[in-house]
């Protein structure tokens, strides 16, 4: 724009364009390059149009010229320039150039453009010239385009769409040459430009291609359409195809450059993803170009082609032709040149011909487009390369000297026929060119017809019948049909036929198709090869379409006639004679009432069968018919006749055949066994297929071939439904027969009618009979397919073996072999090949025992690999489980189960080198799937009666052997070599067989068991740490799955738990390991545990404390009696025995809560009999264990006694060799007491455990009654133990005549046994259930005689349990319960009683608390926790607990009220005052009856205890003591007040005067805030306080303040101040409505605080400040008139001002008050103030001249109000001022400040109104009192009234001066005029001439607070100042001085410039 424009500075802007321009080409270079170019030929347009000489500024200037030259040189980088530019300089040249000669230049300009620019230049010689430099300096950079637009795509753009052809000719020439030399071009190519590069290339060839010129010719008149287009398109000027050489020559060019371009690319698309099948993966765009752009070359290889012209130069056409096999040979990856005639040849033989020839099949749209008589390009190039696909194909085949072309070459063609064919759908005439080209397919269908394969033909005669073109199907369909058929094995009617039969074809294609096989039926004469024809024809009669039906007649007809006309000689004759009269009785040809046509036409299907039975009762040969039909329809299945071993491919050639027999054989079938018998039907037809199929094999790996279709499928249901031998007899029968339907399901056959009507063949054939076992059989031909033979398998079980009436009928009729051959057929074929069906068979089948002998006993099963073999026995298993109920009626049924348990051992068996490697889960499954056999058959024997089996000695014997195996296979260690079971499962399976065993023999197995588990527990061997946890886990496995079965059987056996568990508890004694010990102690109560999981809850508990009892007892007779231990003490309760608690209680710990206390409940039992046993006492010892149940986990005492005897093995007979040993008496009794220490101390810490706590507290029920029995047992215990001790404790003299006597009555035993007992019932009763708990503890306080000690512990206890509860728990209610219990408890007093010492009285007192503390938590935990609701529900329950409280307090203040000492009733005050505070939050409103005795005694006890706080004179000792409980006394106080005021507030009004009395709530005592006591007390006052002011109405409250405030005196400030803050928190809650009625009381009540002191001292501040906050709460409710209205009033009361000496003080005392309310009001209210302060405004003057006139008196001075003068004294002094006079000054001040500042800050509207009255008024009166004198004698100092020594504001508010009120006060004035008389006064106190320099302080001082506070506007004033100011600067009085240079400091930086010059 710039160049453009002519600016003159333009220099500067070339860099910046030449950076522009590179970004932009990096953008898009193409779009950079045009507009370059476009911006060059704008610049030269000017001279292009001018003609003449211009003027110079009508012409590009030369400055611009060389301008542009220069970065055109840059950009090009090489020395250019315009010639003549740079040497003519001369103005003479610049002004008088010529038109012309800068025109002759524009040219030579354009060639400074780059190649890349000047490629895009209108002018097509400037296009080439760039070509030609491009390509010279092309470099692999510019090639692929890393940064923009590649050259390959800037030279291929101009192929495409450049207008001159030579142009185009020139780039296609130079992308031949750059992709030639750049083979790779390609390779790093995104798929983003490849996208667009392919689309080009197709741009390019699609308009160059000859193909784009060329039309088909019209069908209908065969001219060409071209021809008769007279006018071309101007746009169409460049490619017109006209008879001019050159422009032909360069039209050939260019597309021979567009088919070497599209040759590289899709070579170099194709190399980059290997192969045509992954191109699609690169893009779809990407794959379809390539598509396409192949195409496009392949329809250029053919030089002719039948209808299409191309070129009459036949040499250009060559080359066009040699350019395209050059291309497609490269696509190829060919290496060489190829001729087109090879190129071809190479091209129909890849895989690009067979993907691109599928491509344009598969879519429709170019079907449809070709259909249109579209004439784009890319249609006429699908078109030609079809008709290329086929002239070439058919030559290439005509010419090959291999017969036989592969199978997609003639696909390929025959896809390419049907292309076209179809594409005549809409031709209805013919034309020249259309019978040309059927002429040319139907050459090309006769050539292909001889390579294709029987099932390719079928597919392409259904294809060619189901054209649309009506004239298509006669002229193409119809001859390629025949021609088809002559190639064929089978007939031509009978492949027609087949076709017709199949169930894909369509309605009308099947009528087409009967219709060709009725011309060949005239066309030729019909042979007996012919007949299997009728097959499909009959079938057909049952299609759904009436139309199809009427064919098919009408072809049966034909049939008929043919075979009439043509003559037959012998068997031939009788066949054919019989077929043509079934044809003409079927189609009606024959005119009789016979005659089924009518029926066949109208009810198909349904007539087929009736038409078979009538034509064989009408036939006159009903034998020759029927043989003939039967014959037929295994002809027909054949793909080849006379073919013994057909392939299984020939089913899938013949699948429409195939369905038809099948429809055909379901018709026989339903015809009658009259018609059609079935041992016929067999013989002739099943027979003979089933043993094709049997025999089939397959030549083809298709997966097509490779399955059993629906079809074949259907045939092979029906002919293995043969085998089911059912025959249908009777005409009364009625058979409902349903054929396959069109959707190739397969039949299905349902029968109706008499059971007469059905039967069996009896006898069955033999050749039937081998016909199944064959079928079940594994092949032996390795070649046929495993599909066909499992179809074949699962297809006769499915229809033969599977059905009842097979089962039922034939079955059992068959002999003992066949019948176990085929069962061992069955378990082969679902061993070896898998087939499910064949092991459902075999449970289906009616074997017996023998027969499943024979199975479990055959030798081959064996002798197979070891997975076969497993899963012949699982599926053997299955079948006997199957029928075991029948199987259990043969007496040799325990023989099958030994047989099963052989096999199992067999399999399990790791001996044997084969089975050790076994670790899959088959065996695991096989074994299982045994033992659940053995199981169903032992479930059946519980149910049956065993009498007729043999129960033989062996069979008794084999069951403890069969017992020793399962134990084994669970872990035990009878069978070492038997692999254990790992599935859970399976051993489960193993358990429930082992139970089995023992249930049927208990006397035989039972006993076998216990060694089995003592097996179990060997010793660990050394460093074989890593195998124990696997050992103790299989050991755990072992004895959970034996032990509960033994303990569940052992009754039956006479056996007992003891006899069990003796024996192992000495094996596990004999270990040396005690870690060992515990684990195998740790199973087996595992194990036990396992076994009464599921039983009651007793037998756990017992089992648990039978084997505590037990290792307890062994381990104590072990210890006792070691040589040792033989003297051990046993007073020393300490010492450990051995080491077993940690193992007992873990054995505990391990165990379930619930089973371990009742087992401790239990182990009482054992210690209740060693304590007997061992007590000097005469009592019997306890009764059996046994008495209490029968509960086999129980050990008896009897057998207790015995191990504590005579050991261990007294129980273990076959371990011991000798009779065991008797201890001695003396032994037996140190055993005894060694087993009450241990269990006492076990059981003690079981209990003191959590968890048995909590389970103890927590249970209920029969939990429950077991832990209260628990309790009573300790208690039993202790009354035993107790009663022991004390007879040993009396008769300890006499027990010296035996030691054992004497060990008896050793006391140390005793003792530590009754205290071991006493903590275990300690333990219980703590931690007893609730309802157990809360009846122990209701009886203890019921109990008179119960020691006041536990009583207390009880209620404790209690306490303690409380807290705990939730109050939706349903226990609340069983607490709740006890309230009157505890209230009857805690009222019970004996005040009355004579108690001089007091210990009666306390200890009362003590019961008591603890009774409160006890009500007041259990009221706090079930009402305060719970919702509103459930809180009413219980609150009723509290109220006589309050009324006892409320008495209680009463009775206690009254004697409190006598000795406030007392703190023991101190406490029980407080105690009663807590519990009374929850009782109220609880009860709310309905405690108000009791509100008169209760609050009146706690104010009066509040108020003695406050009164004895403040003249306290107790010493420090007593003071600690009393202190306390004063404090304590006072916060429950406190805290039942507060419940009171948060609960019902608004009922406290009655008894506001106790609560406000001055000892009560605003007592002193109660505020101190020294020790934590008193800062807690302080707290709860203060939360007090905010709860009446807050909840209390206003209008109750505040009167009674007001009342209280009223009556204080002087002395009791603070009082006041509490009941004023009172006060303050209730009016500032308050809302405005309530406030009105109370103001005059309130306004009362301040004013008495304000007099307080009136006529003495002032009132102090606190107290003022305290008032102050009090009204200012209230004036903030109040409206402005309010306001204005209740400061009247305070006006009013304040009265005027007064000096006399009656009424001074007190005048100035309320003047004082006054003007402190006024300043706070002031303060708080601001501008609203001011309304109020313009009434006293006077006021405010008289009482600054009245200071002027005591303070500020030179020589005379006025008297207030007359106009005389008093002179001074003589000696000059001052008199004497009253100080108390002066009083108010300071808070005037203080308020006079503060409304100046608040007038201020609103614009001094205020102190300016009346013409500036009012500031007129004040200003002379503090002028003077700046040089005011203050008397010695007085309080104020000078400072503190005139200065202002603070820089805070609040605190400058507070003080109030002189200085400060002239600060605001000019501040507020707002203008020069009223500036000046203030600053003259000012100026006066600073200039001063008395020698005061305070003043001169003040001063100053004031000018700079002025100064700071104005700023600039009072600069105006600051002239005036200078002069003073500069005296001061020179005062002596440094501070002074200072104060001055602020001030000069401060006017020079807000005037900007130096004061200097003005102070000289």
């Not at 009654?1265 to 215990?1277: A, K, M, P, T, Y």
């Not at 009733?1465 to 309905?1486: D, E, K, N, V, Y």
Request: some cysteine.
């Amino acid at each position: 724009m710039a160049f453009a424009t002519g600016e003159k500075e333009t220099t500067h802007l070339v860099p910046m364009c030449k950076s522009i321009l590179e970004a932009l080409r990096f953008v898009d270079s193409a779009g950079c390059d045009a507009g370059v170019a476009y911006a060059v030929t704008s610049c030269l347009e000017p001279t292009k149009k001018k003609k003449k000489k211009q003027s110079l500024p009508e012409i590009v200037s030369m400055k611009r010229k060389q301008l542009l030259n220069q970065l055109l040189h840059d950009m090009n980088g090489g020395p250019k320039s315009i010639e003549g530019d740079e040497n003519d300089d001369s103005e003479e040249t610049k002004g008088n150039m010529d038109v012309d000669v800068i025109a002759s230049n524009d040219v030579d300009m354009a060639h400074l453009m780059p190649p890349r620019v000047a490629l895009e230049h209108p002018e097509a010689s400037i296009r080439l010239n760039a070509i030609d430099s491009l390509i010279k300096q092309a470099n692999n950079e510019d090639i692929t385009g890393s940064d923009g637009e590649s050259l390959v795509q800037a030279l291929l753009r101009r192929l495409a769409t450049d207008e001159d052809i030579g142009v185009a000719c020139s780039a296609g020439a130079a992308l031949e040459t750059l992709m030639s030399n750049n083979p790779n071009t390609f390779d790093s190519m995104s798929n983003k430009r490849m996208a667009i590069t392919t689309d080009t290339t197709l741009h390019a060839f699609y308009k160059w291609s000859l193909v784009g010129g060329i039309h088909k010719l019209d069908h209908s008149t065969g001219k060409n359409e071209t021809a008769s287009k007279k006018k071309v398109k101007p746009s169409d000027k460049t490619t017109s195809h006209t008879e001019d050489d050159s422009i032909t020559k360069q039209h050939a060019s260019a597309l021979c450059s567009s088919l070497a371009v599209a040759g590289h690319l899709a070579r170099g698309i194709l190399g980059v993803t290997s192969n045509m099948d992954t191109a699609i993966e690169l893009s779809p765009r990407v794959a379809k170009n390539v598509y396409l752009i192949v195409e496009a070359i392949t329809s250029h290889l053919s030089t002719h082609v039948e209808g299409v012209t191309v070129l009459h130069n036949k040499k250009l056409q060559a080359t066009i032709a040699r350019s395209a096999a050059s291309a497609i040979s490269r696509v190829l990856s060919h290496d060489g040149d190829v001729s087109p005639e090879k190129a071809e040849v190479l091209f129909i033989n890849s895989k690009m011909c067979d993907l691109l020839i599928h491509r344009i099949c598969d879519d429709s749209r170019a079907l449809n487009s070709i259909a249109d008589a579209s004439t784009s390009t890319q249609t006429l190039v699908h078109q030609r390369f079809v008709w290329m696909l086929i002239h070439s194909i058919t030559k290439f085949i005509e010419q090959s000297k291999d017969s036989n072309a592969t199978e997609t070459l003639t696909s390929n063609a025959l896809l390419a026929v049907m292309y076209v064919t179809r594409s005549y759908q809409k031709a209805a005439t013919a034309s020249t060119l259309f019978e040309r080209e059927a002429c040319h397919l139907l050459k090309c269908v006769s050539v292909v017809a001889k390579q294709l394969d029987g099932r390719n033909k079928s597919s392409v005669i259904i294809d060619l019948a189901s054209v649309q073109s009506p004239i298509a199907f006669q002229s193409i369909s119809i001859p390629s049909i025949t021609a088809l058929c002559k190639h064929m094995d089978a007939s031509p009617i009978v492949a027609v036929m087949e076709c017709a039969s199949r169930s894909t074809v369509d309605d009308e294609t099947i009528i087409r198709l009967l219709m060709v096989a009725r011309e060949n039926l005239s066309s030729s004469s019909m042979s007996l090869g012919d007949i299997p024809s009728l097959v499909p024809a009959l079938a057909l009669l049952g299609h759904s379409e009436r139309r199809v039906r009427e064919s098919v007649l009408d072809f049966l007809a034909g049939v008929s006639t043919a075979l009439t006309d043509k003559s037959f000689k012998g068997e031939e004759k009788k066949t054919m004679d019989c077929v043509a009269e079934l044809c003409s009785f079927a189609s009606g040809k024959i005119t009789s009432r016979t005659s089924m046509r009518s029926n066949l036409v109208m009810d198909g299907a349904a007539s087929l069968s009736l038409l078979l039975s009538r034509a064989i009762q009408n036939s006159s040969k009903p034998d020759i018919l029927r043989k003939c039909l039967l014959s037929s329809c295994v002809r027909a299945t054949k793909s080849k006749e006379n073919n013994e071993n057909e392939d299984w491919f020939a089913f899938v050639n013949t699948s429409g055949n195939c369905r038809s027999t099948a429809v055909l054989l379901a018709a026989f079938e339903a015809s009658g066994e009259s018609a059609f018998p079935l041992e016929q039907r067999w013989s002739q037809t099943g027979k003979h297929i089933l043993k094709a199929f049997m025999k089939a094999t397959s030549t083809n790996s298709s997966e097509e071939s490779q399955s059993v279709s629906a079809q074949a499928q259907c045939l092979l249901d029906s002919v293995v439904s043969m085998l089911k031998g059912i025959v249908l007899s009777g005409e009364s029968d009625v058979v409902i027969t349903m054929g396959p339907s069109n959707n190739s399901r397969r039949a299905r056959s349902y029968s109706v009618g008499t059971s007469n009507g059905i039967s069996c063949l009896n006898p069955y054939p033999k050749d039937m009979v081998k016909a199944i076992l064959d079928c079940v059989s594994l092949p032996d031909e390795s070649d046929q397919p495993e599909n066909i033979a499992t179809g074949v398998h699962e297809t006769v079980i499915r229809l033969v073996l599977t059905r009842q009436s097979w089962l039922q009928h034939v079955f059992p009729s068959l002999d003992t072999k066949t019948r176990r051959t085929l069962s061992s057929l069955l378990v082969t074929l679902r061993a070896e090949a898998n087939v499910e069906a064949a092991g459902i068979a075999l449970s289906g089948l009616p074997l017996d025992v023998s027969d499943f002998l024979f199975l479990l006993e055959k030798s081959e099963l064996r002798k197979k690999d070891r997975t076969s073999y497993l899963v012949s026995l699982t599926i053997i298993a299955d079948a006997i489980r199957a029928r075991a109920s029948i199987i259990w009626n043969d007496k040799n049924g325990l023989e099958l189960i030994s047989s099963i348990f052989k096999d199992i051992g067999f399999v399990s068996n790791t001996t044997d080198p084969d089975q050790i490697e076994e670790q899959n889960n088959g065996l695991e499954f096989t074994r299982s799937c045994l033992m659940q056999t053995i199981l169903a058959l032992f479930e059946v024997m519980n149910t049956k009666d065993m009498s007729n089996h043999n129960l033989t000695d062996k069979n008794m014997t084999n069951s403890s052997e069969h017992a020793a195996l399962v134990v084994s296979l669970l872990g035990g260690q009878h069978s070492p070599n038997v692999k254990t079971l790992e599935s859970s499962k399976g051993k489960a399976i193993a358990y429930s067989l082992l139970k089995e065993l023992c249930a049927l023999f208990p006397t035989q197995v039972v006993p076998s068991l216990i060694p089995a588990i003592l097996q179990v527990v060997t010793p660990m061997k050394e460093n074989d740490s890593r195998n124990e946890e696997l050992i103790f886990r299989r050991s755990t496995e072992m004895l959970c799955a034996v032990v509960p079965t033994y303990c569940t059987y052992a009754r039956l056996a006479g056996l007992s738990f003891f006899d069990l568990l003796s024996p192992f508890l000495e094996k596990c004694e004999n270990l040396e390991s005690r870690k060992t010990k515990v684990e195998y102690y740790k199973a087996l109560l595992r194990a036990l545990h396992f076994q009464t999981e599921k039983v009651s809850d007793d037998s756990q508990a017992s089992s648990l404390a039978s084997l505590v009892a037990c290792i307890v007892t062994a381990e104590a007779r072990t210890v006792c009696l070691s040589p040792s231990n033989a003297s051990l003490p046993v007073e020393d309760d300490d010492v450990e025995l051995f080491e077993s608690d940690d193992f007992l209680l873990t054995i505990f710990n391990d165990s379930p809560v619930s089973d371990v206390v009742r087992a401790s409940l239990k182990l009482f039992s054992y210690l209740d009999a060693f304590v007997s046993n061992t007590s000097p006492s005469k009592s019997e010892p306890s009764t059996d264990v046994s008495s209490e149940g029968t509960n086999f986990m129980t050990v008896q005492i009897n057998d207790i006694e015995r191990l504590a005897q005579f050991g261990l093995s007294s129980s273990n007979a076959e371990s011991r060799s000798s009779p065991p040993t008797k201890s001695s008496p003396l032994a037996q009794m140190q055993i005894r007491m060694w087993s009450v220490t241990k269990l006492l101390k076990v059981i003690g810490l079981t209990l003191s455990s959590s968890s048995v706590k909590n389970f103890v507290r927590t249970s209920d029920g029969d939990d429950a009654r077991v832990c209260l029995r628990l309790w009573q047992e300790f208690l039993s215990l202790q009354s035993k133990t107790m009663e022991a001790r004390s007879i040993v404790a009396r008769s300890s003299e006499k027990a010296k005549k035996k030691a054992a006597i004497q060990l008896s009555l050793d006391t140390g035993f005793w003792e530590a046994t009754c205290n071991s007992v006493s903590d275990c019932l300690e333990a219980v009763q703590r931690v007893l259930p609730s309802p157990l708990f809360l009846a122990s503890v209701t009886s203890v306080l019921r109990d008179s005689d119960s020691n006041s000690g536990i009583q207390k512990k009880a209620l404790r206890l209690f306490t303690s349990r409380v807290c705990d509860i939730e109050p939706d728990s349903p226990e609340a209610g069983l607490f709740l319960e006890m309230v009157p219990d505890l209230v009857h408890f805690t009222g019970v007093s004996n005040y009355s009683q004579s108690d001089d010492d007091g210990i009666v009285f306390r200890q009362n007192i003590s019961m008591q608390q603890a009774g409160l503390i006890a009500l007041e938590q259990l009221a706090r935990s079930l009402c305060l926790k719970a919702d509103l609701v459930r809180r009413k529900e219980m609150a009723s329950t509290f109220i006589p607990s309050l009324r006892m409280v409320t008495d209680l307090i009463g009775k206690i203040a009254t004697r409190l009220s006598k000795d406030v000492n007392d703190s023991a009733g101190s406490q029980l005050i407080s105690s009663s005052a807590l519990c009374a505070s929850t009782l109220i939050t609880i009860l709310g409103a309905r405690s108000l009856p009791l509100l008169p005795k209760l609050i009146t005694p706690m104010m009066s006890c509040l108020s003695s205890v406050n009164v004895a706080i403040s003249s306290s004179s107790l010493n420090n000792d007593e003071q600690s003591e009393l202190s306390d409980a004063w404090k304590l006394l006072q916060l429950s106080i406190l805290q039942t007040l507060l419940s009171l005021a948060q609960t019902i507030p608004q009922f406290l009004s009655p008894y506001l005067k106790d609560v406000l009395s001055l000892s009560a709530l605003p007592s002193p005592s109660l505020r101190s805030d020294t020790g934590d006591e008193a800062s807690t007390v302080f707290t709860m006052t203060v939360e007090l306080e905010s709860a009446l002011a807050t909840k209390m109405p206003p209008r109750q409250l505040i009167p009674a303040c007001c009342k209280a405030i009223v009556q204080i005196q002087h002395t009791n400030e603070n009082e006041c101040q509490a009941l004023l803050s009172i006060l303050k928190a209730s009016v500032e809650s308050a809302p405005r409505s309530d406030l009105s009625p109370v103001v005059d009381k309130t306004l009362n009540a301040l004013t008495t605080v304000y007099s307080l002191n009136e006529g003495d001292e002032f009132i102090s501040n606190e107290l003022m400040e305290s008032a102050n906050a009090v009204l200012i709460a209230m004036v903030m409710k109040l409206s402005e008139a309010q306001l204005r209205h209740l400061y009247a009033r305070l006006r009013e009361w304040r009265g005027d001002l007064d000096v006399s000496n009656s009424k001074g003080k007190s005048s100035a005392c309320r003047r004082y008050a006054f003007w402190s309310l006024s300043a706070a009001l002031s303060m708080a209210l601001r501008s609203i103030f001011l309304p109020c302060l313009s009434s006293v405004i006077s006021d405010t003057t008289d009482e600054l001249e009245f200071a002027v006139s005591k303070l500020c008196t030179t020589g005379t001075k006025k008297l207030l109000g007359g106009k005389k003068k008093r002179k001074l004294s003589d000696d000059g002094e001052e008199e004497t001022v009253d100080t108390y006079l002066l009083g108010p000054l300071k808070p005037l001040l203080m308020c006079l400040e503060s409304a100046l500042k608040a007038d201020a800050h609103e614009g001094g509207a205020w102190v300016r109104a009346d013409e500036s009255r009012r500031y007129n008024l004040l200003l002379s009166p503090l002028g003077k009192l700046l040089h005011c004198r203050i008397p010695s004698t007085a309080t104020l100092t000078y400072q503190s009234l005139v200065e202002n020594g603070s820089t805070t504001l609040d605190l400058e508010l507070r003080n109030g001066s002189v200085s400060g009120c002239l600060t605001a006060l000019a501040s507020a004035a707002g203008n020069e005029q009223l500036w000046k008389p203030l600053n003259h006064a000012i100026l006066q106190a600073c200039g001063s001439d008395e020698n005061r320099s305070e003043v001169k302080k003040a001063g100053v001082s004031c000018l700079l607070s002025v100064l700071k506070t104005l700023g600039e506007e009072y600069m105006v004033l600051l002239p005036e100042c200078l002069p003073v100011l500069s005296e001061l600067l020179e005062d002596e009085d440094e501070e002074i001085a200072a104060i001055a240079k602020d001030c000069i400091a401060l006017g020079e930086e807000l005037l900007g410039e130096s004061l200097e010059d003005s102070l000289r």
